[in-house]
């Protein structure tokens, strides 16, 4: 078993109740290159234990067999000494809480072969970007950010993020610092349950199919995205998906395919 834990944890950070981010390092030997969207598998023996605050599992005959799930990498491809992820947690999921137990210097099996298509490649170079998650589905973006996406004069580059309160709003120190520095780089969380707040948020509500509709992204770009020019990738649960490509349509983007090229790019989380 201890050949198969080949990596270990090295940071890990709360980010709310259910939101962890973790830092995860090989041991004796060299992360593969990957590009920003892509994902990495995690994985922890039946036998590790589970956070306090997940659902009862029964018991297993195979307490040596590894669970194994695909997490979208968050850190930079330019890092080559750990990995970033973004968990959330699923109480009655088999890994998520396993990976809650988990603390700096505790073991993990970390694949060692990174996959995934929900990357920049078929974006061309120069054009503007709407980041669209819910949730965790910001990971990937926060690769693209940290990797590949630079501050462009011309090219704009919105984050919009959903999440159901602030506290849920990972990344937010550093997607501020990010916009305070590219005059072309927004970010605009969206929250869904304002009511429940400790304090009065003052920022936008709803969900973030409600910031294309009301045309929030052409106001602070002097611009509206257009088909032409722009891309928008998608990234998060499937209502939210099946949401954004609908209003996408209504704007004229299509979604990309093989066979048919478009401007919008989609990665479902489940």
């Known amino acids: 078993m201890s050949d198969q834990l080949n990596a270990i944890v090295t940071q890990r950070i709360e980010v709310a109740p259910g939101l962890i981010i973790l830092r995860v390092s090989p041991d004796g030997w060299d992360l593969p290159g990957f590009e920003a969207g892509q994902f990495a598998v995690l994985g922890l023996p039946q036998s590790a234990p589970r956070a306090l605050m997940s659902d009862a599992e029964e018991a297993t005959d195979a307490p040596d067999r590894l669970i ?3 997490y979208s990498i968050a850190s930079s491809s330019l890092e080559k000494s750990y990995l970033e992820f973004y968990v959330t947690l699923v109480h009655s999921g088999r890994l998520t809480p396993r990976l809650f137990a988990l603390q700096a210097g505790d073991r993990v099996h970390l694949g060692r072969k990174f996959s995934g298509t929900f990357t920049l490649d078929q974006v ?10 819910t949730g ?3 990971a990937p973006y926060m ?4 990797s590949e996406i630079t501050c ?18 990972g990344y937010r120190g550093e997607l501020t610092a990010m916009q305070r520095f590219c005059p072309t780089f927004h970010y605009i969380p969206v929250v ?34 257009d088909p032409s020019r722009c891309h ?3 990234c998060g649960g499937p209502r939210m998906i099946e949401s954004m490509l609908a209003v996408l349509a209504a704007s004229g983007f299509r979604e990309h395919t093989k066979d048919a ?3 919008i790019h989609v990665e479902k989380y489940w």
């Open 232 to 234: 928008v990738l998608l």
């Open 152 to 169: 462009h004069l011309e090219a704009r580059t919105t984050v919009v993020l959903g999440a159901r309160h602030t506290w849920d709003l």
């Open 261 to 263: 090229p478009g401007q």
């Open 68 to 70: 194994r799930r695909a």
């Open 192 to 225: 869904s349950r304002p009511d429940e707040e400790l304090t009065r948020w003052h920022g936008h509500t709803g969900y973030v199919q409600d910031v294309w509709e009301r045309g929030l992204i052409g106001q602070i770009w002097g611009r509206q995205p």
């Open 143 to 146: 690769s693209m950010l940290r």
């Open 124 to 133: 061309p170079e120069g054009s503007d970007l709407v980041l669209v998650a």
């Open 136 to 138: 965790t589905g910001l």
